[in-house]
Every structure is written in structure tokens, then in C-alpha cells.
């Protein structure tokens, strides 16, 4: 077989890459469902006959644009960790994202997707994407050097989790500012990551908050729609938003698609109705962190050992943004605008936690986007934290990263 051209093999690698690049836009922007071979040639001119050429299947171009999204992260974590300690290695890797998202701001294409919908591709397709993801862990891991116990070896996976979890939310949350101010907020983000929140190190003494109308009611007998929530937002978490189907929903509560039908009239309004439950439970939390006694430190961490407890232990976690990418553009812009309200509530403790002296003068806006990621990953982290005997100190390693910073005991 007559081997290929230079100028011809050129040509179809940069064609390939424009599909892919073009996916990965359409999926950041309406999710896995919605991204259509037709879409993806309609926005680089193509016909969808000349898409199929590259990929016959949306399904290969959609693991493609993962599988390159992925090693993209690994090849940025790699290069942070040639840096010569800890917080210089934390510092290249943010800056290499807020660099990345920079050029992609002045028009560059750059290819950075969305991972929430990994879990629900076929098991052939997902296994080897999340071998992939999994050594791009261990190599974030790697920042924190060998640990010297498992206490240690806890703290280092914990941290590496939310490092990635935090560059992987930074799209979101960046388009509030300029890229003119990224330098800065990028040195913000690092001095939060770096050396914690509270005023006094290691500072964590979280209180129990009053009342408990966010945690799932045991003793009270199930209601219908209650279930479907709760159903729908563990699939989401666990399967995001195109594995966790109507069939799946139902089948895990043991009803018919028409008992769905009866209460919802489309998936898409039960997911509105997750993240409304989920906000307004997280909302409750807040608004009781307000009310006990003490610093605003004090509030704050006893407000995220809640909201974590939530993650890690509850029978019905928050949702997370997973199912984010899927919405159409209404409900997307309804989704971000909470959320965004629920961080400046926690920017409004760290306000005033620096005006009583609890907190150290850290940049507020960052930090509350830091905390919301770090909450919204924490479902994540379950299985991880449900090893740990003492459910307690699972949460207070997972937080350390706040109370302590990530370069903590390694620095």
C-alpha cells in the first residue's frame, strides 16, 4: 500500500483536529446529547458525509475528544511536577490552565472538555478513558512527594483530587473576568491553594448548626417525587446526565416510565428539580452557619463539615454539576446564576471573617469558587472517604486543604 504524502497526511491531521476541536466546543456547550456529527460539520464547513470519513461514529469522536482532553491534563501535569517543590509545582499547574484558558479567550482553539459524561459511554469506551485519568492523578499526586504514612498518603490524594477539581471548574467561573485580570487571579488562587484560609494554620473546629432541614429524612415515609430526586441524582452523579436514563431512573425505584411521566413531563425539568433541591439545601446549611456562635471561620467550617458530611455519607448527596453541559442555554444560565449566588454567600464569610480576624486577607471571589468546586467534588471522594473508621476524620482530611493549605506538613 502506497504510504501517504507528507502534504496529504498534513492535511488530514489538521482536519481531524479542526472535528475535534469543533466536538469539544459543542460538548462544553451543550453536552454529550446534543452533539451531533451534523453540528460538528456544519461548524467547521464540512458536510457530515466528510465527518464520517475521520469518525463513522459519534461515539469514536466523542472518546476521542475525551482521550485528548485527557492527555492534555496529563501532559500539564507533567510538566508542573519538573518544578523543584510543592508550591512551585501547584503554581505551574494553575498557571499553565489559566494560560491555556487565555489563548483560548483570544480565539485559540484549545481543547479542554468537560469529563462529567465519561461514565455513561459503554464500558469498553470508559475503562481505558479512566485508566488515563487515573494516572493523571497519580502524577498531580506526585507534587506532594512520598507520603510518610497513610495519614499523609490520604491528605496527598485529597489533594490532588481538588487541585484538578478546581482547574476543571475554572472554565466556568473564569468568564466573570477579563483576561487581563487572570495573572491575578491566578496568584490568588494559588496563595488560597498554597496556604489555606483560616487566620491561625490548622485552625478546625467546626460546630454542629442548628436544625438539619438539608439532610435526608430518614424516619419519614418516602414520597414519590422525593424518590425520583433522589434516584435521579445519584445516577447523574455516578452515571452523568446521559447515563442516568428515564428506563434507569424508574427501573431503580421499581416503578414504570409512565409513573415518571406522572410526575415530571421531561427529564430535563427532574434535573431543574435536582439542582433546585440541591441549592436550596445548600442555602439552608449557609443560613444556619450564620446563626451559631463564634468567628466567621467558625461558621464557614462548620458550614463545609456539613456540606461535606452530605457528599460523603448522605443518602441523597447534592447534585453535581455534571448534568451542568446537558442543559440548554436557559437552564444552564439558571444553574450558574445560583450557584454563583451560593459563592458570594461564602464570600461574604470570608468578608467578614477577615474583618474579625478569623480568616486571612485572601481574595473572597476566588476562594468561594475554590469552596464550591472542592464541595461539588466531594461526591467524588465518597468511596475514597468511606475506608476512613472515624467518618469525622475523613472530613476534616478532606478539608484540610482549606484549614491547612496543600503545601501544609509537606512545605
Not at 508542573?80 to 510543592?86: I, N, Y
Not at 478513558?129 to 507520603?147: H, I, K, N
Request: hydrophobic share 40%; with cysteine; glycine share 8%.
Amino acid at each position: 500500500m502506497m504510504a501517504r504524502k507528507p502534504d496529504v497526511t498534513k492535511k488530514f491531521g489538521e482536519k481531524r483536529a479542526a472535528i475535534v476541536h469543533a466536538a469539544s466546543v459543542l460538548i462544553n456547550e451543550a453536552g454529550v446529547r446534543a452533539t451531533t456529527l451534523t453540528k460538528v460539520a456544519r461548524a467547521i464547513g464540512l458536510n457530515a458525509t466528510s465527518v464520517t470519513y475521520y469518525f463513522p461514529r459519534k461515539d469514536q469522536l466523542i472518546v476521542t475528544v475525551y482521550g485528548e482532553t485527557i492527555s492534555l491534563l496529563g501532559d500539564i501535569a507533567r510538566e508542573a511536577l519538573e518544578e523543584p517543590d510543592v508550591e512551585a509545582r501547584i503554581a505551574r499547574f494553575v498557571g499553565l490552565h489559566v494560560a491555556l484558558r487565555t489563548r483560548i479567550r483570544k480565539g485559540e482553539r484549545g481543547l479542554i472538555t468537560a469529563l462529567s459524561e465519561i461514565r455513561s459511554l459503554d464500558q469498553e469506551h470508559q475503562d481505558p478513558l479512566l485508566v488515563g485519568y487515573r494516572e493523571v492523578v497519580d502524577t498531580v499526586r506526585a507534587f506532594f512527594g512520598e507520603p510518610a504514612d497513610e495519614a499523609e498518603r490520604a491528605r496527598n490524594s485529597v489533594r490532588a483530587h481538588i487541585l484538578i477539581e478546581t482547574m476543571l471548574w475554572w472554565p466556568v467561573w473564569s468568564l466573570r473576568y477579563s483576561y487581563l485580570d487572570f495573572p491575578r487571579v491566578e496568584r490568588k488562587i494559588v496563595e488560597i491553594l498554597c496556604g489555606g484560609i483560616p487566620a491561625t494554620p490548622g485552625e478546625w473546629r467546626p460546630e454542629p448548626l442548628p436544625g438539619g432541614g438539608w439532610r435526608s429524612e430518614h424516619d419519614a415515609a418516602p414520597q414519590p417525587n422525593g424518590e425520583f430526586l433522589r434516584a435521579a441524582t445519584m445516577l447523574i452523579n455516578e452515571r452523568g446526565y446521559r447515563g442516568a436514563s428515564i428506563n434507569r431512573i424508574a427501573e431503580s425505584l421499581n416503578v414504570t416510565k409512565g409513573s415518571f411521566y406522572h410526575h415530571h413531563d421531561a427529564k430535563d425539568d427532574l434535573v431543574m428539580d435536582c439542582f433546585q433541591r440541591s441549592f436550596d439545601r445548600l442555602s439552608r446549611a449557609q443560613m444556619a452557619g450564620l446563626d451559631i456562635a463564634g468567628s466567621h471561620w467558625t461558621k464557614l467550617s462548620s458550614v463545609l463539615a456539613e456540606l461535606v458530611d452530605i457528599q460523603f455519607f448522605d443518602t441523597m448527596p447534592l447534585l453535581r454539576t455534571t448534568a451542568l453541559q446537558a442543559l440548554d442555554s436557559a437552564g444552564k444560565a439558571d444553574v450558574v446564576m445560583r450557584s454563583n449566588r451560593l459563592a458570594r454567600r461564602f464570600a461574604g464569610f470570608l468578608i467578614d471573617g477577615v474583618a474579625d480576624g478569623s480568616v486571612r486577607p485572601v481574595d473572597p471571589l476566588v476562594a468561594s469558587q475554590l469552596i464550591m468546586s472542592t464541595l461539588n467534588g466531594a461526591y467524588e471522594a465518597r468511596r475514597w472517604a468511606a475506608r476512613f473508621e472515624d467518618r469525622d476524620d475523613a472530613i476534616r482530611t478532606y478539608l484540610s486543604v482549606f484549614f491547612e493549605g496543600m503545601v501544609g506538613r509537606n512545605g
